[in-house]
């Protein structure tokens, strides 16, 4: 099946906003299973969608089309698909009665260039919509079916994944269901994750499994996509690969899912009613603004100082001034970061030089410093190497 | 003149990594007084290349082509140019050169695979890439002119600029030069500065200055693009409206150019030799994060305090627990931020309900504490009501 995506609206195609709606778009359909063959943007413009709409309507089996379902003048999306269809608009009666219920529990008033968003080609299958006013809709132009989303994101990802991710699995012939599995790590670059993990795919025969990754320097994301006839198909054959990508990844591995880094910390110190405080230097109170506004760090983050002086620092926590200088003024030089932990039970502490420029070793810094707190925590070791780091 | 830009490669056509390049070179444009009428993304595949290329080449007076310009396989660039285009491929001998230079400084050596990169269709004129391999190159194909791009952001915005822009604007017969001067303003919603600013472009007969936003909230950015016959004529035509536009924005106006607002700040301190210590709870140190790191900092930035527990703050400053603890203990409900600036000759405090979700509110609250400190600094006043505040 061949699937295209076209973007619409001036500030998409003029750059005013960065079009991440495409690639979150492309993104939840690998994960299902469903690549992406074209993509467009193009402006408001009649003459641009109505090309781009017909040229998509040759090529593909399925378009998905975003934005331009909005209540201003310079939305054409419904305008432009019956025109490209060869039908006429009507107001959708039902949909026109949900807008008015939508302002209604909102105490809101409706205003009249809403009733546009009502008006859809005739041969238009409703897309729900329950989190705002934009009606999506599916229609067939050319020989493919189109797929019209808000440009709102949170809007279009509920509608793509409740509405649009069905209807394709439906109409590629994919059988049963597809289970996204990932792993987050730190410390390995992406091209040894690929060679650490090379063959776990084949530990089920069938090619129903695929690996995938996503870098967001300095973490890793490994993706295992499963496809099964249900969810007892999907957890038989999930769980000899998940078992051998912790196994080859171990200690790097920092969470897994939804989990985030800051958010394994602060579950770690809350299973043991720990506390926690930060001092910074090089970092400038950035672990601390990781860590200390999240829900459930009132119990936790006890307090986090921030000082570029190792002077101001050694002052502030009673040390000798000597001492921590000498240690502490090499710091912002040739990446060389120094961290420690000190627990009840005693100190462990980490030298380390991160390959980069200024900004991207602070980058690195402010990771290592999190990740090493969540080995401490699991108690793995805290020195285990890097592949970002100079030997 | 009609210009459309192809963005190529797998990581973009999958999502895996946003399409910045587009938005980058889409503004830069615009920068310049030169629109984008069609984007493409197609991944690394000869068939769907040869097909954007030749629709684009039959539509468009220019089109810049990014990515795929590599020494891997799957970058198809020149070879499907040429294909487009009806013409060989030959090896560029002073490109070559220039490759083994480029190594040869480095003390590394050039792998075998790099020698593609020098392989260009013979109708290209070389587009200069001082710092990378990528062979940038312009030429015909069906009735437009071509210039590819590597996909690395750096070279290709370095590209844009020295190469491409000159090239667009002597074919678009744009006469003179053209200037973008930009304001940046917090606390200000954009169609409050659209409406503050309404009929500045005026202010010159002609039509030779635009007016233009873009929104990052917090902040604004206003920007004008001035055309003129030199940079005499340019400064002449500017100087009336940028008087302007600061009259009307006024005190909202927190940086202009190349200025950000933690520089200023920033700055502002250091030029009265000044020192700074920022306590924060709800913001969980993001405002240290904004301004410790900066360089020039380390003569500034004293200490960085933050708890989540007002006992906590009360503790580490000395104060009276009990006081502190009434007024704190309701910042995190209802949006509601406290700020307070003490200074040698007195204590300037501000109470503020911004709108937003939580993560929203706290952006904002980073915002303004930091605009608030520009403000002081400034001798501004420093509870001027923005748009993001209730009643």
Redesign the interface.
């Known amino acids: 099946m061949r699937i295209e995506i076209i973007?619409t609206g001036d500030e998409?195609?003029?750059?005013?906003?960065?079009?991440?709606n495409?690639?979150?778009?492309?993104?939840k359909l690998?994960d299902f299973g469903l690549?992406?063959?074209?993509?467009?943007?193009?402006?408001d413009d009649r003459e641009?969608l109505l090309a781009?709409f017909r040229?998509s309507g040759e090529r593909a089996d399925a378009v998905i089309v975003n934005g331009g379902l909005g209540p201003t003048i310079d939305d054409l999306s419904q305008e432009i698909a019956a025109l490209a269809a060869g039908v006429q608009l009507v107001l959708n009666e039902d949909w026109l009665q949900r807008m008015e219920d939508f302002f209604r529990r909102r105490n809101r008033v409706m205003s009249a260039n809403n009733r546009k968003q009502a008006m859809l080609p005739t041969t238009a299958e409703i897309l729900d919509n329950p989190i705002g006013t934009a009606c999506g809709f599916a229609m067939d132009i050319g020989r493919a079916r189109f797929f019209f989303t808000p440009g709102v994101p949170r809007e279009l990802f509920r509608m793509l994944e409740e509405q649009i991710i069905p209807r394709l699995l439906a109409r590629g012939g994919t059988p049963g269901v597809i289970h996204l599995k990932r792993f987050h790590s730190y410390g390995l670059g992406e091209s040894h994750v690929d060679q650490l993990l090379s063959g776990v795919e084949e530990l089920v025969p069938g090619g129903s499994i695929k690996l995938g990754f996503?870098t967001h320097y300095p973490q890793i994301e490994t993706k295992l996509t499963i496809r099964g006839i249900d969810q007892d198909d999907i957890a038989r054959k999930l769980a000899p690969v998940e078992a051998e990508v912790r196994k080859r990844l171990g200690n790097f591995i920092l969470g897994e899912d939804e989990q985030k880094l800051e958010g394994v910390v602060l579950d770690a110190l809350a299973a043991r009613s720990g506390s926690l405080a930060?001092v910074?230097t090089?970092?400038?109170?950035?672990?601390?603004?990781r860590?200390?506004?999240l829900p459930g760090?009132?119990k936790v983050?006890?307090?986090?100082?921030?000082?570029?002086?190792p002077a101001?620092i050694a002052n502030?926590l009673g040390l000798d001034g000597g001492l921590i200088s000498g240690e502490l003024s090499r710091v912002d030089f040739g990446g060389s970061i120094h961290l420690a932990i000190a627990a009840p039970d005693g100190v462990e502490s980490r030298r380390s030089r991160i390959y980069g420029g200024r900004d991207w070793v602070?980058l690195g810094a402010v990771e290592l410093g999190l990740d090493c707190l969540r080995r401490y925590l699991q108690g793995l070791p805290v020195t285990e190497r890097t592949d970002f780091e100079r030997v």
């Open positions: 973007c998409v195609l003029t750059g005013k906003i960065i079009n991440t495409f690639s979150y778009m492309a993104q690998e690549s992406v063959s074209w993509g467009t943007i193009v402006g641009e781009a040229l996503r930060v910074e090089f970092t400038g109170g950035q672990i601390a603004a860590i200390a506004h760090a009132e983050f006890r307090r986090g100082l921030v000082a570029r002086d101001e502030a602070r």
